[in-house]
C-alpha cells in the first residue's frame, strides 16, 4: 500500500490530535474545526 510522506505524517499527527482532545472537549473541537475551514475555505 503506497503511501504519500506529506500526507502520511500530517493525518498521523492531526488523528494524534484529534484522539487526544475528542474525549476532552468534542465542541470546542468542532467549533475550531469549524473556523480553520472558514479560513481556509
Known sequence: M???PRFGA???IA???H???LP???LRL???RGHVFH???
Open 2 to 4: 503506497k503511501q504519500q
Open 10 to 12: 500530517v493525518g498521523w
Open 15 to 17: 488523528t494524534r490530535i
Open 19 to 21: 484522539h487526544l482532545l
Open 24 to 26: 476532552v472537549d468534542a
Open 30 to 32: 468542532s467549533t475550531l
Open 39 to 41: 479560513l481556509l475555505g
